[in-house]
């Protein structure tokens, strides 16, 4: 197992995540790490030629992405899957982009997701997406990023809104417009961002543009014990299962890595766990393999759905279980709910119990207050698709879905743990009422 210093890891999340300012460039910043270990990417167009001990990988709209290893031998009995998904609450620009307000400009946008809108408010922010380009063969996309403070929303002060600290309901269409310029010429927003991408306006047929937090991440605390940046739900998991992924001892099973688009806005996209994108990958690296030999791989199968969790609120504990709470810095979370909003049975709570026993990975326990419903995640909606065993765990972290939320220094590397021995052992079902630990290549 691998040991990790857990500052050393952190300031590589939050590298990764400074790499990642939209669901493109942090797709792009995993096939990145992929490449680096020896990954091969291949095209959903094109015929598949995989190898036994190889490891490959594929992107879909740029904004998820797949990878998976075979064992040497290129037979295997199940596949091993963990998923994660590369978006986060925050603003998308809408087609016509400039918008006239009062005396200055401003930026025409939609939320996307569940945003707390306040905590977007009075601090520097940037645009970061892809375009969409006309070339001589055709269309081409490309990324981009605005690289430096560009845009700010400004809160109303308490002198002109008096009910600004008594529960302000903020309106998207209204309060939440980023300020731009200073409303004379108009033109220039698109003219920045073509600049920034290298290409001219002219050929621009497209765009999906998305405004981001510009704060840089910071570790603070007492002991330096606790982390602060942007899109930690879900990018933490993202990144430390992909740690995982690449640090495991491989074994008679598929190791599988996902991250998903679309998960905070139901994950029903081309591109999303509801998609067929895993399905597609999963029964395309079995080639000629008939239906009924890849369902018998599905059989001694497992899926773990990697997507953070609510700690416990110091201001108000009351929000939680009075029993089934989490802390940051406790390690592993693994979920429950008995509406299977998360999908963590008697099942596959026991085989992620064993796996952190056996490898001394600290785990605790979450359920929402019964009273209080709480958010889904991936793991139902892939188990949609492909019907395998699935836990839903994560990590435990305060202001899920700000745009500059905190977690544990300590909690990173229980994760990236909890990874590396569930691809490196192999759960193969026997029967239906008992299963085995698949033994290494």
Same mark, same amino acid.
Request: proline share 3%; glycine share 10%; net charge negative.
């Given at each position: 197992?691998?040991?990790? +210093?857990?500052? *050393? ?47 490959? &990988? ?69 645009? =970061? ?6 070339? *001589?063969?055709?269309?081409? %996309? ?44 108009? !033109? ?9 991408? /290298?290409?001219?306006? *002219?050929?621009? %047929? ?32 993202? &990144? ?138 991936? !793991? ?33 590397? =229980?994760?990236?743990?909890?990874? *590396? ?5 192999? %759960?193969?079902? +026997? /029967?239906?009422?008992? &299963?085995?630990? /698949?033994?290494?290549?």
């Amino acid at each position: 197992m691998t040991e990790y +210093n857990n500052m *050393e890891l952190t300031r590589d999340l939050m590298d990764f995540i400074e790499e990642s300012p939209s669901c493109f460039h942090a797709t792009a910043a995993l096939a990145k790490r992929l490449e680096d270990a020896g990954f091969t990417r291949l095209n959903e167009g094109e015929e598949w030629k995989i190898e036994g001990g190889k490891g490959y &990988y594929v992107i879909r709209n740029l904004s998820s992405v797949i990878a998976f290893r075979l064992p040497a031998s290129g037979s295997f009995k199940g596949y091993n899957i963990a998923a994660a998904h590369s978006d986060f609450p925050c603003f998308k620009i809408k087609e016509i982009g400039e918008l006239a307000r009062a005396e200055y400009t401003g930026l025409n946008t939609e939320s996307y997701g569940g945003a707390i809108l306040s905590s977007w408010m009075d601090r520097p922010l940037s645009v =970061a997406g892809r375009l969409i380009c006309r070339t *001589e063969n055709g269309m081409q %996309l490309k990324l981009v990023n605005i690289d430096r403070d560009l845009l700010l929303i400004p809160n109303v002060a308490p002198h002109m809104n008096r009910e600004i600290n008594s529960g302000f309901r903020y309106n998207v269409a209204c309060d939440m417009v980023p300020m731009f310029g200073d409303g004379k010429p108009e !033109g220039k927003f698109m003219k920045i961002i073509t600049e920034a991408a /290298g290409v001219s306006e *002219e050929d621009v %047929l497209g765009a999906d543009l998305f405004v981001y937090n510009r704060m840089k991440g910071t570790v603070w605390g007492v002991e330096n014990e606790f982390f602060s940046c942007r899109a930690i739900d879900n990018l933490q998991c993202a &990144y430390t299962s992909l740690r995982g992924f690449l640090a495991a001892t491989p074994t008679e099973n598929c190791a599988v890595y996902c991250n998903f688009d679309n998960e905070e806005v139901g994950s029903s996209t081309k591109q999303g766990a509801g998609s067929t994108f895993l399905y597609d990958t999963l029964r395309r690296i079995v080639g000629n393999e008939s239906e009924e030999q890849y369902r018998m791989h599905l059989a001694s199968s497992f899926l773990l759905s990697c997507d953070n969790a609510h700690a416990v609120h110091p201001n108000h504990p009351e929000y939680s279980d009075s029993k089934n709470r989490v802390v940051m810095g406790g390690g592993v979370v693994m979920k429950f709910n008995a509406s299977q909003r998360y999908t963590t049975d008697g099942v596959s709570e026991s085989f992620v119990k064993y796996l952190c026993k056996e490898n001394d990975i600290p785990l605790q326990f979450f359920a929402n207050r019964s009273d209080i419903g709480g958010g889904s995640t991936l !793991g139902g909606i892939a188990s949609t698709r492909v019907s395998i065993n699935s836990a839903d765990v994560g990590l435990a972290q305060l202001a899920m879905h700000s745009s500059y939320e905190t977690a544990s220094v300590a909690d990173s590397a =229980a994760m990236a743990k909890l990874n *590396e021995a569930f691809f490196s052992s192999g %759960l193969i079902a +026997n /029967g239906a009422e008992s &299963y085995r630990f /698949g033994g290494k290549e």
